[in-house]
């Protein structure tokens, strides 16, 4: 049976549609970072720009000093980033880096001046900011970008390929919220970027039913009635003006606004959202911030240094190449290595498992014949000490093990049993230490009794010892000189009745 599935897998299963649509992947999507010192205004600035990039960007990218563009690149792949803006600041001025992922081409500007977008809201009379025109991608526009030389295509292209392409076909016109400006000035060779949110108005219409379309609350303090409000002339003040008539449109499809609905006359207004930027275009290059220089605004070089320059790029690539090659190559011997390592270990298994039956027997049978023949060399050494002490040839099953024996207390003692050590409660190991002790205490004190008062009788005692000794050896010699065969020790009767049964078994054998 397969595993069971929880309820939160259940609820979230993978299906097509929680994937990414195709156009959504499709759509350039892009990276605004800056790098090295910055001021406070210009990462402002850099959090503005997101803003323009909205909503295919990362807006709330955190980057770090110790990242690195191959960082930002690396990652590009699978979140499907085309572009990256970086912001630069040093001594001589403000920096804008604008390059195609992930091999360029890269564009330098120079930032003349700027104004950040709280700045522009602040200065405007009416302030139109609404968070839904950021849901979709801005409309770009661009004006007087047919120079002449590559480098003006270029950078057109540049700017057109940031924001998604739009389809005139298929477009809905409440998806166009916001559009952004971009003028070249060829005399002073400036770019001037203006960021806006579009609006529609009504045309046609007095000022109070102006005010009941777009759904505003009329004031009729000054009114008798409700028709004075909507026929009453001259409504309009000073600071109204009428709509420009080349701004005014008739709209193909109905708009989010109140009173934009479709085939009526309407006019289009603009409001500035910000920043504004003046930029001026200095270098071109052919790879991602490290290629060949294509146009350079203010160094011209000659056509031997642009070789020159050329030919330590190609060495200094060759130079990578080589060096890649040699580390590949490296990791590869490595690998070799270790895998050889590894089958010799394996083959050095087989060999031991591999070890036959035979060689262990021989082994065993080295081991048993060594055994015998200690102790055979032992038996040797015992049957000569008895020649030398007692003067006659010992019994032939005198000193041959018998197998009946049970183990000595030394051989239990340098091979215990695995007995459990018994642990005893408190009260039961204190009454066993006092009895230890009480014990103790009285040898000591019979210890000192008998060395105060018996010094006489502790002589006495070692004189009867050294007659009994005697009496032993002289009975012992007259018993043997009479029986060879025989022995009768009547002082050791334990050592008697071992004796007779080790003669017992011997005769049994001989008959």
Same mark, same amino acid.
């Given at each position: 049976m397969g595993k069971r599935?929880? *309820?939160?897998?259940?609820?979230? $299963?993978?299906? *097509?549609?929680a994937l990414e649509p195709e156009h959504l992947v499709k759509a350039p999507h892009s990276f605004v970072i800056h790098r090295g010192q910055c001021s406070k205004d210009l990462i402002d600035l850099t959090k503005d720009f997101r803003k323009i990039m909205e909503p295919f960007t990362a807006s709330q990218l955190k980057e770090r000093k110790k990242n690195t563009i191959k960082d930002f690149v690396s990652v590009s792949g699978y979140l499907h980033v085309s572009h990256m803006m970086l912001f630069t600041e040093t001594e001589l001025g403000t920096y804008m880096r604008l390059a195609? @992922? %992930? &091999?360029?081409?890269?564009?330098?500007? &120079? @930032? /003349?001046?700027?104004s950040l977008a709280r700045d522009v809201v602040s200065s405007l009379r009416k302030q139109y900011v609404i968070m839904r025109a950021f849901q979709h991608a801005p409309l770009i526009v661009l004006n007087s970008f047919s120079g002449e030389g590559m480098h003006m295509k270029l950078m057109a292209s540049m700017f057109q390929n940031i924001f998604p392409t739009i389809n005139i076909t298929t477009v809905k016109l409440k998806n166009i919220r916001r559009c952004v400006l971009m003028n070249y000035n060829p005399a002073t060779k400036l770019i001037d970027m203006r960021h806006y949110v579009i609006r529609t108005t009504p045309v046609g219409l007095n000022k109070g039913t102006k005010k009941m379309v777009q759904g505003k609350i009329p004031n009729l303090n000054k009114c008798k009635d409700i028709s004075e409000f909507f026929d009453k002339a001259g409504l309009l003040s000073e600071s109204e003006f009428e709509d420009d008539p080349n701004a005014q449109v008739v709209l193909p499809q109905s708009l989010a606004s109140r009173g934009a609905a479709a085939e009526s006359k309407s006019a289009i207004r603009l409001s500035e959202l910000g920043p504004r930027i003046s930029m001026q275009l200095i270098k071109v290059e052919d790879g991602l911030m490290d290629g060949e220089v294509l146009f /350079?605004?203010?160094?011209e070089k000659t056509e031997e240094e642009k070789a020159l320059i050329k030919k330590k790029r190609q060495e200094k690539r060759r130079l990578k190449e080589k060096r890649k090659a040699q580390q590949d190559e490296n990791i590869k011997r490595k690998e070799r290595e270790k895998e050889e390592l590894k089958q010799?270990?394996?083959?050095?298994? *087989?060999? $031991?498992?591999? #070890?036959?039956?035979? #060689? &262990?027997?021989?082994?065993?049978?080295?081991?048993?014949s060594q055994h015998t023949v200690e102790d055979n060399? #032992?038996?040797?050494?015992?049957?000569?000490?008895? &020649?030398?002490?007692?003067?006659?040839? %010992?019994e032939h099953d005198l000193f041959t093990e018998n197998p009946r024996k049970r183990k000595s207390d030394d051989d239990n003692t340098n091979n215990p049993r695995g007995f459990k050590k018994m642990r005893l409660d408190k009260k039961t190991k204190k009454k066993y230490q006092n009895s230890q002790d009480k014990k103790f205490n009285k040898q000591n004190h019979v210890g000192r009794k008998f060395n105060k008062n018996n010094k006489g009788n502790q002589d006495k005692f070692k004189n009867n010892n050294r007659n009994k000794d005697n009496r032993f050896k002289k009975s012992a010699r007259t018993d043997i000189d009479k029986s060879k065969k025989t022995y009768k020790i009547n002082q050791n009767k334990k050592f008697k009745n071992k004796y007779q049964g080790n003669q017992r078994g011997g005769e049994r054998r001989n008959k």
């Open positions: 599935k929880g *309820k939160c897998v259940k609820r979230n $299963k993978v299906s *097509k549609e195609r @992922l %992930p &091999r360029g081409p890269t564009l330098t500007f &120079r @930032l /003349h001046n700027y /350079h605004e203010l160094v010799k270990a394996l083959e050095g298994i *087989k060999k $031991k498992k591999e #070890q036959t039956e035979a #060689q &262990r027997l021989m082994e065993l049978a080295a081991a048993e060399d #032992q038996e040797d050494d015992d049957a000569e000490y008895y &020649r030398k002490e007692v003067g006659a040839e %010992p």
